[in-house]
């Protein structure tokens, strides 16, 4: 005969026979571990629990009775397959909610015996201050379990077992709920879109699932699923396939604001779906659901049935989209995406490759200047070490550096200038802007040392040049106003499938350049352009300040800034150029094409076009 503990811990009959005479089977890590049968025991009965609003940081010896309302393990940051801490929710039966943490150094005292879901006394605990500006509850301390803690299992639990908290979503879209704390939204699915797939920042296959949601005061947001969540309702709607309807609650959900429009999208492996589950939550909603939503709300009425499994892969994102060369994207007179297959040849020389961004959105930061009615001398002015987001209005000490790279592509029509943003720069170079800065990037923004850093482009860009992509661009709403003619990369790729594919779309009768003919710029200078301060382009989640927008037209030969120069990383441009080519007047242009230089923004004077000489 044996016993078992709850954590399948077992011991010897004769052992248990004598725990059996304590009514317990055993202490492990801590832990004491009850029989089923004599879960009451003495052992276990604690009077003096403390809530969470009630904790008080100067006494150590405290005992809780709290659930595990969630739990995750973070990897380690060098080494993902090793755990660096796991995470929790942990609410009392009031249904107040306190984050909680195991360090590394203690997982091997309390991995076992902490799961999802089961309700513990926790015995001696100690309390940290949550250092991240994003929160998953609201309270600024959290549980740390230490050498000292204690765990005891316990199977009474006279509170709520999910802890909701929803937040309606009128207060949503109207800016009332703050965007650093995590929110429960409930809703019935509307507008189910088809699934997609893409490639995430570690060149892993994910889905994403987009919908709205209605609530039963008729308001709508947008819920965006990511991963395993949309894995989740990819299943639910696979075994269900005659449901019409869903109700879901997002659980520790995260608000998402995208030009001027909130959506909730979940938030790593914190947030909690459920898809009509058997809750008394949905049960409600489900009842309270009117007639007059009953045909507006339902997934009959919004597509048909069976399309929710369409993937959509990076092949349709590429080879679905309208695919033009280079020249003809300067004729765009309406926002759209298009697809154009083209080499990146080199960066604008004097547009910095980063900038230093908000920690809650992608929006710069910008120095914040404290005005002192006092005099001060030059010696006495200090560099500025908060900064604001002027989207946000909050202040910020240690901003976040992200990409914004400017580049030059060439296709056999002509060259173009493109913005990668951050997301698919990150993706593209497998490192964040923050690494690549270094580990003195605190101590850089706080010396306001911007320009410096972001102005020396890093080694590991240039290893983007002469490489051919195919870039899905956003012709917005913005650049068309603005006449602008540097356009927003949402997507890029180089998977030889998709460039083959498009390669066969190529028009063939065009003859493509030879090696002999096409200089590959390190960089080049933008053109001089006037500045429209306080105006941005938005291209997804990216922002591109009309500053760094160039103004030439998409088929303009490189032009070099008059105070620039143009540097090579190849040795063979450090020759003279003149002895291999000839330099003929502008227009010297063919007699059966349109001079573009003419439209050149007034510079046509100062483009050149090298020719190779003929050898005799």
Known sequence: MSWAGPEDIYLSTSLASYLDSLNMVGTVYGVKYFKEANFKSTKMEHTNITLIKNIDLTNDDITMKLRIVRLWKLPDHINKKEVYSIEMILMDEEGTKISGTVSKKFLFKFSR?????IIIFLIKPNFGKVRSSYKYVDN????????STQVERCNVFNGPQFGFSFTSLKAILEHQVLEDLSVDVIGEVQDLQPIKTFLNGEGIATKQATFKIQDLEGQVISVTLFAEYAEQLIDYLQKHPEEVRLVVILQFGRIKWWQEKPAVNTSYHVTKLFINDDIEEII???????????????LSTTMSKGSFISIVTDDELFLKTEFINIEEVSEIKEEKHVVILATIIGFIEDKPWGYFGCTKCYKKVEPLILI??????????????????????????????????????????????????????????????????????????????EVSDFYAYPPLLTTLLERKFAFKIEISKFVLD???????????????????????????????????QRLTYMFVASQDTPTMKDVVSVTDDNVTPASHAEKSTATSPLVRGKNSAVSSTSSDLKRNLSDAYGVDPPTANSTTKKDRSSVSSGQADQVKLLVPKVEK
Request: contains cysteine; aromatic residues 4%.
């Open 140 to 147: 600024t301390n959290k549980v740390v379990f230490v050498s």
């Open 482 to 516: 603005h006449s602008l003619s540097v356009y927003g990369i949402n997507k890029i790729t180089a998977d030889d499938s998709i460039i083959s594919q498009l390669n066969q779309k190529v028009d063939l009768e065009q003859p493509d350049e030879s090696d002999s």
């Open 372 to 449: 002192d009615d006092k005099p001060k001398s030059p010696a006495e002015v200090e560099e500025p070490t908060i900064y604001r987001c002027t989207k946000c209005l909050i202040d910020v000490t240690i901003p976040i550096p992200r990409f914004r790279i400017e580049i030059r592509v060439q296709d056999h029509t002509g060259v173009v200038s493109l913005t990668l943003f951050d997301r698919e720069a990150r993706k593209l170079l497998k490192v964040s802007a923050k690494d690549l800065i270094g580990s003195q990037s605190k101590q850089v923004i706080q010396s306001n040392q």
């Open 284 to 298: 409600t909603f489900k009842k309270s659901i009117t007639t007059t939503t009953d045909n507006c709300g339902s």
């Open 113 to 117: 015996l902490l799961n999802e879901n």
